[in-house]
């Protein structure tokens, strides 16, 4: 499956057909993958996951500490 793009604008008629103002582009499902999430490493994926853990119990503290006073 291929998607179209536009490196311009996409621009709508009085009769609802749409068009591209600039240079019309394909990407592959691959393309759009790497374009939209590009792949983490091992190392981002760990400072990651550890912010997250971090924040959520930084949460759980504070609404432990709320429920206490």
């Given at each position: 499956m291929n998607f179209l793009g536009c490196d311009g604008v996409w621009l709508?008629?009085?009769d609802k057909t749409t068009i591209c103002?600039?240079?019309m582009k394909?990407?592959?499902v691959?393309?759009?993958r790497d374009f939209l999430t590009?792949?983490?490493t091992w190392a981002q994926r760990a400072e990651i996951t550890?912010?997250?853990l971090a924040?959520?119990?930084a949460v759980w503290v504070i609404k432990?500490?709320?429920s206490v006073f």
């Open positions: 709508i008629r009085d103002q600039g240079q394909t990407f592959t691959q393309e759009m590009p792949a983490l550890s912010a997250l924040l959520f119990v432990a500490i709320r």
